[in-house]
C-alpha cells in the first residue's frame, strides 16, 4: 500500500483547502482510507475515516466542517476544510486501515496544514 498526501498550506482563519490522496493499494484486500493529524506537542487523532460499510466516522472536532470523500475506484481520496480554525494547524496523514482491523497499519508521508492570519 503506497499512499501520497497533498495539498496543504497556510490558510486564514474561516479559509478552506483541500487536500488528496493518491492511493495505490494491493488488489484482493479491502482497506478503509481516512485522515489523521498530529498536532505539535500532541497524539495523532482521527480526523475522518470510512467505515467498513462506506459511511464516515468523523472526529468531533470536525464535525460540519470538514467532508472526506473519494473517486469511484479508491485511486483518490480527498479531505475538504471549511471554516478552518487556528486549532486545525497540524501534519496531516492519510492512512489505510484493513477491514478487520481496529486501526491503520498504513500511512501517508503527511502534508502540512497551517491556520493563521
Known amino acids: 500500500v503506497q499512499l501520497q498526501a497533498s495539498g496543504g498550506g497556510l490558510a486564514q482563519p474561516g479559509g478552506s483547502l483541500r487536500l488528496s490522496c493518491a492511493a495505490s493499494?494491493?488488489?484482493?484486500?479491502?482497506?478503509?482510507m481516512g485522515w489523521y493529524r498530529q498536532a505539535p506537542g500532541k497524539q495523532r487523532e482521527l480526523v475522518v475515516s470510512?467505515?467498513?460499510?462506506?459511511?464516515?466516522d468523523y472526529g468531533e472536532s470536525v464535525k460540519g466542517r470538514f467532508t472526506i470523500s473519494r473517486d469511484r475506484a479508491w485511486n483518490m481520496v480527498y479531505l475538504q476544510m471549511n471554516s478552518l480554525k487556528p486549532e486545525d494547524t497540524a501534519v496531516y496523514y492519510c492512512?489505510?486501515?484493513?477491514?478487520?482491523?481496529?486501526?491503520?497499519?498504513?500511512w501517508g508521508q503527511g502534508t502540512q496544514v497551517t491556520v493563521s492570519s
Open positions: 470510512f467505515t467498513n460499510g462506506g459511511g464516515r
Open positions: 493499494v494491493s488488489r484482493g484486500s479491502m482497506y478503509a
Open positions: 492512512s489505510a486501515r484493513e477491514y478487520g482491523d481496529t486501526s491503520p497499519a498504513y
